[in-house]
């Protein structure tokens, strides 16, 4: 058994979809960064990578390569949980919390579980994400972006 944490955040500003968890939330603006921006995918993968000590999602795909760009962040996961296969790993199972003072994302956790589920092969039972606040604090807590951070236990 191996555990790895992941941490992302990107700051609002862009007209674009906002997608978190693989699922769109709907918003008025979108988050800045490469790929679709994807805050919780991205701690996720992250997380699996440093539970099977294959460096971070900077290293695998490049913000700077222009192949990533507006990539959706779901195939990357994917990608990502087929490296630890090959490399001989498991998933068992991912906590997310995702810091957002604003959308309200209760409504969209049971879709955001089921897509995480699918693309990790594993039950939406083993995919846990909570939403919580920054509680009006720092540039979280004024809404400027989101932050997400992820704990992945893999065998
Ligand atoms: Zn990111």
């Not at 695998?60 to 390569?65: G, L, N, Q, S």
């Not at 192949?67 to 498991?90: E, I, K």
């Not at 199972?93 to 995480?116: F, G, H, W």
């Amino acid at each position: 058994m191996r555990i790895g944490i992941g941490y992302d955040v990107h700051a609002f500003g862009e007209k674009r979809p906002l997608k978190l968890g693989g699922v769109q939330v709907e918003h008025e603006e979108g988050l800045r960064g490469h790929s679709d921006a994807d805050v919780v995918l991205h701690a996720i993968t992250d997380a699996l990578l440093g539970a099977a000590g294959l460096g971070d999602i900077g290293q695998h795909f490049p913000p700077d390569d222009p192949s990533f760009r507006d990539a959706d962040s779901l195939a990357l996961l994917r990608q990502v949980v087929g490296l630890l296969q090959t490399a001989g790993y498991s998933v068992v199972n991912v906590d997310v919390t995702v810091v957002a003072e604003r959308p309200k994302l209760q409504p969209y956790i049971p879709s955001m579980r089921q897509r995480i589920a699918i693309a990790l092969g594993i039950p939406e039972t083993s995919v846990s994400v909570k939403a919580t606040t920054s509680e009006g604090l720092g540039a979280l807590g004024r809404g400027e972006g989101i932050a997400a951070l992820a704990t992945a236990l893999i065998k």
